[in-house]
C-alpha cells in the first residue's frame, strides 16, 4: 500500500510542499513492522521542524528579516547599534506612525516623503521589537553598494538623433543619482547645464531621529557648484549623459547633449539608506526641473538569485516608474558570464543598460 505524506521546507523564504511516496506493508501481506514506521515518522518530524526553524529564522514576527542583515546581527552585542531599513505597508500604517513607533523603542529613525520605507538606527533587541509593529513587512540591512564604470560607445547612433529626428534632450532634466558632479568643469557648469547639485550628508548622530530628539540636520545640502569632491565617477557619468561639449568645442559632448542635469551625491560610499533618500529628493523635485531620466550607475552582484521585488531600492525604483520617470541602470561591472547582471537592472520597470567591448 503507497501513502503520501506531505511536509513544507522553506527555499528563498517560501514554504513549499514536499510529497514523499512511501510503501506501507499490510497485515494480510507483508509483515507490518511498527519500529521502523516510528522511526521513519520520527525522521519526518526531524525534517519539518528544520525547515520551521529555516523559516523563523528568515523571519522574526511574521516579517521578513533578510539573510545580510540577520548575519550582522548574530556578530553584535546588545547594545550595539546598526543601520537597516524598514519596508512597511501605507494601507496599513502611516510612514509618519510607524516611525513615531519605532522611536517610542528607543531607535532612531529617517523617514521619506515618497517611498514606503524608514530607515532606522536600532539594537538588535529593537530590530526584533520593530518586526513586530503593526504594517511591517519587511527589514533589510543597510548594504553598501558598488559604483560602476560605463563607457561610451560611439556606434550608437546618438549623431543621428540629433540631425535627423532633432532629438537632443532640450528641455529634459536628467537626475544622475551617484557620487555627485563637478559642476565647475566647462562642459557640466553649475546654473545653466548643471541646474540642480546637492549633496546627501551621511553623520548618523545629525540625520536620525530619535524619541525626544529630532535629527539636527537635513539629509541634504543643496546649491552647491561641486558635489564630486573625491571620485568624479558621477562626472564622468553625467559627461556621457548630458556634456555640452564646452570645453572642447563641442567635439566631446554627451548623448543628450542639450538636456539639464540634477546631481545627487552621495560621495565614495553608496548605500541603501542614501540612495533611497536621493530617490525620494526626485521625487519631491521632479516637477520642478522636469525630470524625465534617472541614471543610475551602480547597484550589487548575485544577478537573478538575488532578485527581490520587495528590496527597499526595487520598490522605490517602482514609485519613480509610476510617476513617468524613465530608471536607466547600468547592467553591473561582473560580466560576461551567465546571470552576472546587477539585480537592480533586472527589475521589469527599468532599463538595464550595457556596453559591449
Not at 553623520?203 to 558635489?227: C, H, I, R, W, Y
Request: include cysteine; charge should be neutral; hydrophobic fraction near 40%.
Amino acid at each position: 500500500m503507497l501513502f503520501w505524506v506531505y511536509y513544507p521546507m522553506l527555499e528563498h523564504s517560501r514554504c513549499r510542499l514536499y510529497m514523499i511516496p512511501m510503501k506501507i506493508p499490510t497485515l494480510t501481506g507483508e509483515r507490518f513492522h511498527l519500529r521502523q514506521l516510528n522511526r521513519l515518522f520520527l525522521f519526518l518530524l526531524f525534517a519539518l521542524s528544520a525547515s520551521l526553524g529555516t523559516q523563523t529564522a528568515a523571519r522574526a514576527g511574521n516579517v521578513y528579516v533578510d539573510r545580510t542583515l540577520q548575519a550582522q546581527l548574530a556578530t553584535l552585542g546588545p547594545i550595539a547599534q546598526i543601520q537597516a531599513v524598514v519596508n512597511f505597508d501605507p494601507a496599513v500604517r502611516s510612514g509618519a506612525a510607524l516611525a513615531s513607533a519605532i522611536r517610542n523603542l528607543g531607535a532612531g529613525t529617517i523617514t521619506f516623503h515618497n517611498l514606503d520605507s524608514v530607515g532606522v538606527l536600532a539594537t538588535p533587541g529593537q530590530i526584533n521589537a520593530v518586526a513586530r509593529l503593526a504594517g511591517v513587512t519587511g527589514i533589510y540591512a543597510n548594504r553598501q553598494l558598488t559604483y560602476f564604470m560605463p563607457e561610451a560607445n560611439s556606434y550608437i547612433g546618438a549623431d543621428a538623433a540629433w540631425h535627423t529626428l532633432g532629438i537632443t534632450g532640450k528641455g529634459i532634466g536628467v537626475a544622475i543619482l551617484d557620487s555627485g558632479i563637478d559642476g565647475t568643469h566647462p562642459d557640466l557648469a553649475f546654473g545653466s547645464k548643471t541646474v540642480q547639485n546637492v549633496k546627501i550628508v551621511f553623520n548618523q548622530e545629525d540625520v536620525f531621529t530619535t524619541a525626544g530628539k529630532p535629527a539636527t540636520e537635513s539629509l541634504f545640502v543643496e546649491g552647491l557648484a561641486d558635489t564630486d569632491t573625491s571620485s568624479g565617477h558621477s562626472t564622468h557619468v553625467a559627461g556621457i549623459a548630458a556634456g555640452d561639449g564646452a570645453a572642447s568645442s563641442g567635439y566631446y559632448q554627451g548623448v543628450a547633449k542639450d538636456a539639464t542635469l540634477v546631481g545627487i551625491g552621495t560621495g565614495d560610499t553608496l548605500v541603501i539608506l542614501w540612495a533611497l533618500a536621493g530617490f525620494d529628493y526626485l521625487l519631491d523635485h521632479a516637477s520642478q526641473f522636469n525630470i524625465k531620466v534617472v541614471n543610475n550607475s551602480w547597484g550589487t552582484d548575485g544577478g537573478s538569485q538575488a532578485w527581490d521585488p520587495s528590496d527597499p531600492i526595487n520598490k522605490a525604483t517602482k514609485k519613480v516608474h509610476d510617476r513617468g520617470i524613465t530608471v536607466v541602470f547600468a547592467a553591473g561591472n561582473s560580466g560576461p558570464g551567465p546571470d552576472t547582471m546587477n539585480p537592480y537592472a533586472e527589475a521589469p520597470w527599468v532599463i538595464g543598460s550595457s556596453t559591449r567591448r
